[in-house]
């Protein structure tokens, strides 16, 4: 049989077989680090999404309570509330909360704050926090509605608590928020909580 109708290819020279080896290599780097790429961004929008942290109010209670009124008719308030409260952070990574303040509201004036100093909660866990709120009387006694109040046996006052942070997904870090906001209605007579009533915001 005539084998020269069916010529064999020439065999490639060694500079060729370089070149082809490295072109192999180079799209299997690439295909290999599209392949991380797509991984870690479904993992970042998936397992590793950033969560906001839950603040819960979890009892509000009188530490101190104290009213008189004089002769003259002059109103002195002496109270402290002690406010229980936990922070449950649902990501899948440690998040760190910076120092913040929580707040006390009378008529809509700050009378009150305690503050809330920095932590660090694990993943998938809750801390709890113990604050107390002090009363800054001096601001509380200049609200003409006080006595009025003091005198129906009523006294309305309102919290807020925020917490913030920012959590590390990936490569990045992602800042989160979550606040508290209470009404809270305190018995003059009993010196008890008639009434507490929360909202809870949460932000990324």
């Given amino acids: 049989m005539d084998q020269s109708a069916n010529p064999k290819p020439p065999p490639l020279s060694p500079p060729r077989r370089r070149r082809r080896r490295k072109v192999i290599c180079i799209t299997a780097v690439v295909a ?13 929008f998936t397992v590793f999404k950033a969560k906001k942290p839950v603040i819960d109010v979890v ?25 229980d409260l936990s922070v449950r952070n649902p990501n899948r990574v440690g998040f760190r909360f ?14 009150g704050e305690a503050p809330v100093p920095a932590g660090r909660i694990g993943a998938g866990k809750t801390i709890g ?8 009387a001096d601001r509380l006694l200049s609200n003409r509605n006080l006595y009025s109040d003091v005198i129906s046996g009523s006294l309305n006052l309102g919290t807020y608590a925020r917490i913030s942070g920012r959590v ?8 989160v928020v979550s606040t508290s906001t209470c009404n809270i209605t305190i018995d003059v007579t009993s010196r008890t909580i008639k009434d507490n009533v929360c909202k809870y915001k949460n932000s990324l």
């Fill in 59 to 83: 009892s509000v209670s009188i530490a101190n309570f104290g009213f008189s009124i004089g002769i003259d008719l002059r109103v002195s308030v002496n109270a402290s509330l002690a406010v």
């Fill in 98 to 111: 910076r120092n913040s303040t929580a707040l006390l509201y009378y008529d809509g004036g700050l009378v």
């Fill in 129 to 136: 926090m113990n604050l107390t709120l002090d009363l800054m």
């Fill in 32 to 44: 290999l680090l599209l392949a991380i790429i797509v991984i870690i961004t479904v993992l970042g």
């Fill in 168 to 175: 590390p997904i990936l490569f990045v870090k992602i800042k």
